[in-house]
C-alpha cells in the first residue's frame, strides 16, 4: 500500500514538473493579465506612468462588453531579483499566464528564461537592451532594441574627434555604451574617458572634474532615469564656464531632466524614437493625460507601444481563448496593425520597423531636429 | 589645481564621515554600544527640515528643526537601548539599534516615497577660488566639521563635561559615587550626538540627494573610522575618516602608475585600506602615541 501510495505521489509530482501549456481560458470570467514594472525606487515614474496607460487601457477594454480584463500589479524594481520574485508571485499565487512587463530590460532578462517553462506570455513595452534579441519564444518586446539607438548616438558623435563616456551600472545604459563603443572604435574617434558609476549614485563632484579634465570634444551621459540622473545634471551645472556637449538617450529629453538646469543642456542632443503625432493618437494621449495622469516622462511612443502590448495580447487572448502555443504561433506570423505602425516580429524579439530620431535641447524642450 | 580641486571634494566628504564617527564615538563612550541607528537619524533629519521648508519656513529654522528631530528620536533610541546599556550587553545594543534605523529608514520609505528629494530645488551656487569650485554647502559643511570638531576636542580634554563623560566611560557606578549623575551625562551625549548626525545628514541631503536609505552608506564609512581610528581616542577617528574617504577618492582620480581605477573600486578600497590598517594597527591609527602618554 505504501509504495502505490508513494508511486501516486511520485507522480504527480512530476506531472506537475512538466511543462506546462494554458490549455484554454473560461473567457466568461474575468481574465488576469499580470504587469511587471518599477512601483518604486528611481524607476517609478516610468511604472507609474506605464500604469496610467494600461489603467485606461484596461478600461476601455472593458467598457466594450465582452471579455472582461484585470490588471496585477507587481513591483519589479527595475532589477532582477526583485522581477523573479513579482513572476512567481503573479504566476504562482495569482495564477496569471499573461504579463505585460518587464519595463526595464533588467526585469525583462530576469524573468526571460522562466517563462517557458511556466507556459507564460510576456509583452513588453519598454525593454530595450539588445542582450533581450531571442532571448526567449515566449518574450516580444513593442520598443526598439537599443542597437538602434546606440546606433543612432553614435553617428552624433561620430562628428567629434574625442569622446567621453559616462554610464550607469545597469542592464539598459550598459548595453547602450557597449554599442556605442563598439561603433565609435570601428569609426576611428578616440574615446578618452570611460567611466561607470554604480546604480543610485549621488557623489559625482570628483568625476566631473576629471570628466572636464579630459577635455573630449563631447560626452555620453548615459544615466537611467533617477537620482543618478537629476545629481549628475546638477553637479555638473555647478562647473562654471564649462558646458560639454552632451549627447545621450530618452533620459536627455525628459522635461524632469531639462528643468533642472535648461541653459546648462541648451544645444545636448537626445536620440530616441520619434514621437506618435497622428490626430486620433494625440486624442487617446491627451485623453490619457488629462484622466489617467502624466505620461510626459514615458512619451508618446512608449504611451503607443504600451497600448499595443495591450492590445495584441488582448486580441490573441480572445482569439485563441487564452491557449498560449496558438497565440505564440499567432505572434510569430502575423503583421499587427497598431498605433507604434506595421508590427512583425518573426522569430526577433523587437519589431523589425522602428527608427530613431533625433532631438536637440532648445530654450527647455527637446525639440525634434534631424540636422 | 585639478589635484587641489579633488582634494577638496574629498574633504567635503571627510568631514560629513567624520561628524557621523565622532558621533558613534561619543555614544560608544558613554554607553559602550555602537548606535547603528545613527544611519537614521541622519535621514530623519533631513526629512524633517524638508517637511518645514515645504511649510515656507526659512532655511536655518527648518534646519534647526530637523536637528532638534533627530536628537529626540535619539533620545528614544536611548530609551529603548538603556536595558541592554545597563546590562553591559553591547552586542545586544548594537543589533537592537541596527533594526531600530532600519525600521525608521523604511517608515521613511512608506511616508515619503523611495524617489530623491532634493532638499535645495536649482543648481547649488558656488564659491571659486583660484580655479578650485566649492559648492556654499559644501563651504558650510567644512567650516562646521572645523568648529564641531574643535569644540568635541576641547569638551572632550578641558571642559568638566569632558572628564564627566570620560568618568562615566570608565565606570558608571564609580562617577556616580563621586556626584557625576551617569543617566543624565548619557541623556546629554545622546542628543547631542544626535544632533550632530543630523546637522550632518541636513548638509549632506543639501549637497547631494535625500533617499531614505543615504544613511547606510555613511553609517558603513563612519564605523569604518571607528574601528580604524582606535575605539577610544577621537583623534584617531578623525584621521582615519580622512584617510577612508581619500585614499579612494584620490586613488579613483589619478592613474596610479599607468593604472587609471575605476569609481565602482570605491567601497573596496575603503575596507582594503581598514583591514590593511586594522592589520598593522589592531588597536588604532594611532594606539603607539596612546601607549607612549
Redesign the interface.
Known amino acids: 500500500m505504501n509504495k502505490v501510495f508513494s508511486l501516486a505521489v511520485l507522480s504527480a509530482l512530476l506531472m506537475s514538473c512538466a511543462v506546462t501549456e494554458s490549455a484554454g481560458l473560461d473567457l466568461s470570467e474575468t481574465v488576469k493579465l499580470g504587469v511587471i514594472a518599477p512601483m518604486?525606487?528611481?524607476a517609478?515614474?516610468f511604472g507609474e506612468e506605464q500604469k496610467h496607460v494600461l489603467d485606461y487601457a484596461v478600461a476601455q477594454k472593458n467598457s466594450e462588453g465582452g471579455v472582461q480584463y484585470e490588471l496585477v500589479y507587481e513591483d519589479g524594481q527595475c532589477n532582477g531579483p526583485e522581477a523573479v520574485t513579482a513572476f512567481q508571485k503573479l504566476v504562482d499565487v495569482d495564477g496569471v499566464d499573461f504579463i505585460l512587463g518587464g519595463l526595464c530590460s533588467s526585469e525583462s532578462l530576469a524573468i526571460a528564461p522562466l517563462l517557458e517553462s511556466s507556459g507564460v506570455i510576456a509583452m513588453s513595452s519598454l525593454s530595450s537592451s539588445p542582450e533581450l534579441a531571442n532571448v526567449s519564444p515566449n518574450f516580444i518586446s513593442f520598443s526598439y532594441s537599443d542597437s538602434a539607438v546606440g546606433i543612432g548616438i553614435a553617428d552624433e558623435l561620430k562628428q567629434f574627434e574625442t569622446v567621453a563616456i559616462i554610464t550607469e551600472?545597469n542592464d539598459y545604459n550598459t548595453a547602450l555604451t557597449d554599442v556605442v563603443v563598439a561603433e565609435l572604435e570601428g569609426a576611428g574617434v578616440e574615446i578618452v574617458y570611460n567611466?561607470?558609476?554604480?546604480k543610485?549614485?549621488?557623489?559625482f563632484?570628483?568625476?566631473i572634474?576629471?570628466l572636464k579634465?579630459a577635455g573630449a570634444d563631447a560626452i555620453l551621459f548615459n544615466p537611467n532615469l533617477?537620482?543618478s540622473a537629476?545629481?549628475l545634471v546638477?553637479q555638473m551645472?555647478?562647473?562654471?564656464e564649462w558646458q560639454p556637449h552632451l549627447v545621450g538617450g530618452i533620459v536627455l529629453k525628459m522635461p524632469s531632466i531639462i528643468e533642472?538646469?535648461p541653459e546648462?543642456l541648451e544645444g545636448s542632443v537626445a536620440i530616441d524614437v520619434d514621437t506618435l503625432e497622428s490626430p486620433a493618437f494625440m486624442a487617446i494621449y491627451d485623453e490619457i493625460n488629462a484622466d489617467y495622469g502624466n505620461t510626459t516622462n514615458i512619451g508618446s511612443f512608449y504611451v503607443g507601444a504600451t497600448l499595443d502590448a495591450f492590445l495584441v495580447m488582448t486580441e490573441l487572448i480572445e482569439e485563441f481563448e487564452g491557449n498560449t502555443e496558438e497565440m505564440k504561433t499567432a505572434l510569430r506570423s502575423r503583421t499587427f496593425s497598431v498605433n507604434t505602425g506595421e508590427i512583425f516580429f518573426g522569430d526577433q524579439t523587437f519589431s523589425q520597423s522602428n527608427s530613431t530620431s533625433r532631438f536637440v535641447i532648445q530654450s527647455g524642450r527637446a525639440v525634434k531636429s534631424n540636422q | 589645481m585639478?589635484f587641489l580641486?579633488?582634494l577638496v571634494?574629498?574633504l567635503v566628504?571627510s568631514i560629513q564621515v567624520a561628524l557621523l564617527a565622532t558621533s558613534l564615538h561619543l555614544i560608544h563612550r558613554v554607553a559602550k554600544t555602537y548606535l547603528l541607528s545613527l544611519s537614521a537619524v541622519l535621514v530623519l533629519a533631513a526629512y524633517g527640515t524638508h517637511v518645514l521648508l515645504q511649510l515656507n519656513l526659512p532655511l536655518l529654522l527648518a534646519m534647526l528643526g530637523g536637528i532638534a528631530v533627530s536628537a529626540l528620536f535619539n533620545w528614544l533610541s536611548f530609551f529603548l537601548l538603556k536595558a541592554y546599556i545597563e546590562k553591559d550587553q553591547d552586542l545586544l545594543g548594537l543589533l537592537v539599534s541596527l533594526a531600530l534605523g532600519l525600521g525608521m529608514e523604511a517608515i521613511l520609505?512608506m511616508a515619503f516615497?523611495?524617489?530623491?528629494i532634493?532638499l535645495i530645488d536649482t543648481?547649488?551656487p558656488?564659491y571659486?577660488w583660484a580655479g578650485i569650485?566649492i559648492?556654499q554647502v559644501g563651504f558650510w559643511t567644512l567650516i562646521c566639521g572645523v568648529v564641531i570638531g574643535l569644540a568635541a576636542f576641547i569638551s572632550l580634554h578641558l571642559l568638566p563635561l569632558g572628564r564627566a563623560i570620560r568618568a562615566v566611560q570608565q565606570h558608571g557606578e564609580c562617577a556616580t559615587l563621586v556626584g557625576i549623575q551617569e543617566r543624565k551625562v548619557q541623556w546629554m551625549v545622546f542628543g547631542v550626538a544626535g544632533a550632530m548626525a543630523g546637522l550632518m545628514g541636513i548638509l549632506t541631503s543639501m549637497n547631494?540627494?535625500l533617499?531614505p536609505h543615504?544613511g547606510f552608506d555613511f553609517i558603513i564609512l563612519a564605523f569604518a573610522a571607528v574601528l580604524v581610528g582606535g575605539v577610544k581616542d577621537l583623534r584617531g577617528i578623525l584621521l582615519g575618516s580622512f584617510l577612508l574617504v581619500l585614499t579612494p577618492?584620490l586613488l579613483?582620480?589619478f592613474e596610479v602608475a599607468g593604472v587609471s581605477i575605476?569609481?565602482?573600486w570605491y567601497l573596496a578600497i575603503v575596507f582594503a585600506v581598514a583591514t590593511l590598517v586594522l592589520l598593522l594597527k589592531p588597536q588604532g591609527i594611532l594606539s603607539l602615541s596612546i601607549r607612549k602618554s
Do not use: H
Open positions: 518604486s525606487g528611481d517609478a515614474a551600472q567611466e561607470e558609476f554604480e543610485g549614485e549621488t557623489q563632484r570628483s568625476m572634474q576629471e579634465a533617477g537620482v537629476e545629481s546638477r551645472a555647478e562647473v562654471s533642472i538646469a546648462f | 585639478f580641486q579633488i571634494n574629498g566628504v520609505a516615497g523611495s524617489k530623491a532634493f543648481v547649488l558656488t571659486e569650485i559648492t547631494t540627494a533617499t543615504a577618492e579613483t582620480s575605476s569609481y565602482s
